[in-house]
């Protein structure tokens, strides 16, 4: 089966002459299982690999490798050898890439050289800024926190007894208890600290030293071991960290004794396991959103003082340089989900920035940090609901103050008034309390910020192609008044805390969703959130024979064209590989804004036989149907809708609001309005079904999305002659079978145009002709797209 981000890694990289977009590329290839495994490799441009021109190493434990410095243009040859228990390397196949002279430069210092810059002294971690901050001024934030932590009886790491209804709900009980038993001493230690260093009250310190020493006498491999929740591993590993680094010198030595011994036995465990694994995956949530930036925090804190500590330095750094930014590309798109991307901020801030002070290197050079504002900008404008595409985005009514802390630190690093407007609008309308370690880093790292400019000239729609996200506005500054559309093809698959909704769409309204995928993320792996919630049936997607897409990296999709004018945004959206066994041959769906209020949804569908084909659309408040006209409406506390369906052949259409299975609130979740209820709320289900099974199906849906306080009469499209009219456009979507997939949209006045895969154009008296492709004309110039 295809897959373009196999997890784990299946095959090397790069190879077959492909030119990379970085010098010098990392390599990276497949895992040997075993428990003393060893690599090698070699990289020449001679593919003998003479000694005098080989760049070569041997004996490390990890599927990857960094050259670090910049390779000459050309072609460059590359093996790696395995060794397992001591023996003789095993060498793979040669492969090969291209450098050329245009790519962009990521020379990096070897990690030898970065562990020789780390200083021997402490504090590392929490390091106070050169002269000239305002210490005391700036105590006043940390120290209002931390004085809720003195003298305040601590808890034991007893396991508590077993609660919940199945084996699945004592299981989940126990990890959020661990976690939260852990997180809430490293929440304490992390406002400590800084009221110590900034303050210089010994108060803080004399705290934090008993919490440390506290965690540092917990069981290992007791209610706080990594199998019961890594979160809680992590979090032990941060509290003895920072205590040890912060408050080295008021230790004793059998109080370091403690907190060293302590923290080696779940380090070496963390390193044990991680190693020759995590680099071969295309992504671990918890690992890279926070046992990363811990486990490095004993690495650093243990440096020059434990022998194994720069292993694992060089291991963090190596990683970070081979893999990151994983979930993304130059677009700045996070594949996990722009909800979840929150709780990866510490690590991509703090963890760079550390080892770019402590080592002398820029890790923010990489061109994905430049852009990652924008994607938080298109995908969840400031005072709007988000895209909804992965876990949790239902039940956050705005970003976190990690969000905002990142996409400030941004507007800072890169000049970009746009993301300073972003913060500026979120903040006017709450400001959270912060997280202690961004609030130090941004003490730390203070830059000046742009002025914030509204990106009311920026284009209004955007496509993430390395994620798979498009997203299309019709008033990206103003919210109130913004029709948002967004579509997900994403070439990761379904992996992790994404769904499996490959193709699906979103409709939103005043910052409220129209038409919206469906469920509520009730946990990670109960029925709910596996078999509707993920699933491709709780989404505004396709079902064929009713079946959805199987979950994995194997179901992915891409967004293969995208325009963006005036009057028009296109996006399409390919889908074909993302059903499994099910027989799809083809699933292409052409999304199409008509700037102001209209979308058009072209849908090619094909099987290998006569299928049921099931066209799906949510939304949180009711919505009607007239089956004989094909029709449905809605209305939200924003907008009013309506939506025209066409198709091959005339459709059945059910409506109902049964989640199957329910969405029971078992985990104690709020909603986005901070509500908490044992069940979620009923929403509504629309399944648009052919009346005969056939091979070939097409859909074409006119959405109307109007304010709700605009009350003229939605026109109804007439069908005739093998088009649709609405308002001034004319829409020719082919649905007839026999004949190829084709869409064709004209504006009657504006000269303003969009051709499919037709064979030409016509426009104002010009034609404009190409197949397999897409034109966009309007007056201000023309603009080509294909696959």
């Known amino acids: 089966m295809r897959v373009i981000y196999a997890q784990p890694r299946i095959a090397p990289s790069p190879i077959d002459n492909k030119r990379v977009d970085r010098n010098p590329p990392p390599l990276l290839w497949p895992a040997e299982r075993g428990e003393d495994v060893r690599y090698a490799v070699r990289l020449s441009q001679d593919s ?10 041997e004996g490390f434990p990890w599927a990857m490798f960094n050259p670090h410095r910049e390779l000459a243009p050309g072609i460059w040859y590359w093996q790696y050898g395995t060794s397992i228990e001591g023996g003789p390397y095993r060498w793979s196949d040669r492969y090969d890439f291209e450098i050329t002279g245009s790519v962009r430069c990521m020379e990096t210092p070897s990690a030898s050289d970065v562990i020789a810059a780390c200083p021997k002294t402490h504090p590392r971690l929490w390091v106070l800024p050169d002269g000239g901050a305002d210490l005391k001024g700036h105590s006043k934030r940390f120290t209002a926190h931390a004085d809720q932590f003195l003298n305040v009886p601590l808890k034991d790491d007893a396991m508590p007894p077993d609660k919940g209804e199945d084996e699945y709900q004592v299981f989940k009980f126990h990890r959020w208890g661990s976690k939260a038993l852990a997180g809430s001493m490293a929440s304490a230690v992390q406002w400590l600290i800084p009221a110590y260093l900034l303050s210089g009250e010994a108060c803080y310190a004399r705290e934090a030293i008993r919490r440390g020493l506290h965690v540092a006498n917990w069981d290992a491999d007791g209610y706080t071991n990594p199998v019961i929740s890594d979160f809680a591993d992590g979090s032990c590993m941060r509290v003895m960290a920072g205590v040890y680094d912060s408050c080295f010198d008021l230790l004793t030595e059998s109080q370091r004794e403690c907190l060293r011994a302590a923290m080696v036995v779940r380090a070496e465990r963390f390193f044990r396991e991680e190693t020759n694994k995590i680099e071969t995956l295309v992504f671990r949530s918890h690992f890279w959103q926070h046992l990363l930036i811990q486990f490095s925090e004993v690495a650093f804190a243990l440096l020059h003082e434990y022998p194994d500590a720069a292993k694992w ?55 994905w940090y430049k852009n990652s504002a924008s994607f938080l900008l298109y995908t969840w404008p400031p005072h709007s609901r988000s895209d909804g595409f992965g876990d949790g985005t239902e039940l956050k009514a705005r970003p976190t103050s ?45 830059k000046a910020r742009p002025r914030p ?47 499996e909704c490959q193709n699906g769409f979103n409709i939103f309204y ?52 995208f325009l963006d004018g005036e009057h028009m945004a296109y996006a399409l959206g390919d889908a074909s590989n993302a059903y ?8 292409r769906r052409h999304l199409v804004l008509l700037r102001p209020d209209i979308l058009v949804i072209y849908d090619d569908l094909e099987a290998d036989h006569n299928a049921r084909w099931q066209w799906l659309v949510h939304g949180d408040r009711k919505i009607t149907a007239d089956v004989r006209q094909q029709r449905l409406h809605t209305q939200t506390r924003t907008a009013r809708g309506q939506v025209n369906i066409f198709g091959s052949q005339k459709s059945r259409i059910d409506i109902d609001t049964i989640f199957d299975p329910p969405a029971v609130n078992w985990g104690g979740n709020k909603t986005f309005l901070g509500e908490n209820m ?16 056939c091979n070939i199906m097409r859909f074409l849906a006119v959405f109307q999305v109007r304010d709700r306080e605009d009350k003229t009469r939605f026109q109804d499209p007439v069908q005739r002659d093998g088009c649709v009219y609405i308002d001034d456009w004319i829409i020719r979507g082919q649905v007839d079978p026999d004949r190829g997939p084709a869409l064709e949209i004209q504006h009657e006045n504006k000269g303003v145009a969009l051709g499919v895969d037709v064979p030409s154009l016509a426009v104002g008296g010009r034609r404009y002709r190409g197949s397999d492709v897409t034109v ?12």
């Open 402 to 446: 990690n969000h905002l802390d990142f996409v400030e630190d941004m507007a800072g690093r890169f000049d970009d008034p746009y993301a300073a407007w972003y913060v500026q609008q979120w903040r006017e309308e709450a400001e959270e309390e912060g997280n202690p370690l961004l609030m130090w880093h941004k003490f730390k790292d203070q």
């Open 453 to 499: 400019r509204s990106p009311r000239a920026l284009p209004q729609g955007r496509c993430f192609a390395d994620v798979g996200i498009v997203s299309l506005h019709t008033d990206l500054a103003n919210t109130q008044r913004d029709l948002m559309v967004g579509m997900r093809s994403s070439p990761y698959g379904s992996l992790l805390h994404s769904h």
């Open 313 to 367: 330095v060089r291991f963090v750094y190596e990683l970070w340089i081979a893999r990151f930014p994983l979930m993304g590309g130059a677009d700045g798109g996070w594949a996990n989900g722009n909800s979840y991307f929150g709780t990866n901020v510490e690590t991509l801030l703090v963890l760079p920035s550390r080892i770019g002070e402590l080592g002398g290197v820029d890790l923010f050079q990489d061109t």
């Open 48 to 57: 003998g690999f003479p000694e005098c021109s080989t760049i070569a190493e």
């Open 580 to 587: 499994g066994d099910a027989g799809l041959r083809r699933f």
């Open 776 to 787: 966009l004309v309007e007056p201000s110039g023309v603009q080509r797209t294909t696959d």
């Open 510 to 561: 005043g910052g409220e969703p129209v038409f919206r995928n469906s469920g509520y993320y009730t946990s990670a792996g109960d029925d709910h959130s596996k078999q509707w919630y993920r699933a491709t049936r709780g989404h505004n997607s396709v079902l064929i024979d009713g079946k959805g897409q199987p979950r994995g990296a194997e179901s992915y999709g891409i967004i293969s064209r």
């Open 678 to 693: 044992a069940v979620f709320p009923d929403q509504w289900h629309v399944t648009v079904s052919p009346e005969r099974a």
